[in-house]
């Protein structure tokens, strides 16, 4: 097991993923960077994948990307591989046929606020905060502004990207960047919620969802209705969508084959 990445599974297919380098605060260096990439391929290629959460050991859930490794490297070519190596990871979570979701108990910042940020769905603690800092060492979160300005409104990124001011987890959830606040206490049960939720709804259908949601979101107007319309059509031929359409008819619940 990678003493950074702890990885269990339970009978559902819900997968979790928890960050473990508590001392540097779950920091994305190489090691880190390295564990979650080699997860997430993993994962891309199992079918009995349903969902994954990704959680983090510490007082911090994320750090980004640890300034003193960088400052002990001023090499272009060295940062290049850096944040082509994160931005990797990012895609990755992207990609990944199932529903990613940040279990956020502490501080994200800079590329930890850019992790929470490209996953698809958070829960935070309402002890989580949530900064682009990078500023504040003469360094714009460049990266992160990616997910940011895609799950924000424009003004309050640009505040967060040029300030590096942190917003505590009812503003996120406010400005569009987690999805729900929970006590402390409960922020386990609120992302088995949520995870709950997708799980019982057909695999296909979440996988053709989430795929057409981000392709969708970057085309125009008619090329996404284009788009969307394929993705229905292919997804009323699966077997749980002729399910879930007899069941309508017959009123009674659907008994999903692929749930």
């Known amino acids: 097991m990678n003493p950074i990445l702890q990885e269990q599974r339970d009978a559902r297919g819900v997968v979790t993923l928890t960050m473990n380098d508590p001392q540097r605060f779950n920091a994305l260096g190489d090691d880190m960077l390295q564990a979650l990439q080699t ?132 503003e996120a959830r406010a400005q569009g960047l987690v999805n729900r606040v929970t006590e402390p206490d409960r922020l386990d049960a609120e992302v088995e919620r949520l995870v709950a939720a997708i799980v019982a709804k057909p695999r296909a259908a979440v996988q053709m969802g989430k795929a057409l949601v981000y392709q969708q979101r970057e085309l125009g107007l008619e090329a996404a209705y284009q788009l969307a319309g394929q993705c229905m059509a292919a997804n009323m031929m699966d077997a749980d969508a002729q399910e879930g359409a007899q069941a309508f008819a017959e009123k009674r619940l659907p008994r999903w084959r692929g749930a």
């Not at 460049?142 to 003004?155: G, H, I, Q």
């Open 39 to 170: 997860a997430l391929d993993a994962l891309a290629r199992d079918e009995g994948v349903r969902a994954v959460v990704l959680a983090a050991e510490g007082k911090a859930f994320c750090a980004g990307h640890n300034l003193k490794d960088m400052a002990a490297h001023p090499e272009q070519a060295w940062y290049h591989r850096l944040f082509d190596r994160c931005t990797k990871v990012m895609l990755s979570i992207r990609k990944l046929p199932v529903p990613v979701i940040a279990r956020v108990h502490g501080m994200a910042t800079a590329a930890g606020c850019q992790l929470v940020a490209q996953c698809d769905l958070a829960v935070a603690s309402s002890a989580a905060s949530f900064a682009t800092s990078g500023i504040q060492y003469g360094l714009f979160c460049a990266t992160p502004s990616v997910p940011l300005v895609r799950n924000m409104p424009f003004k309050p990124a640009m505040e967060m990207l040029l300030t590096g001011e942190f917003i505590d987890a009812h």
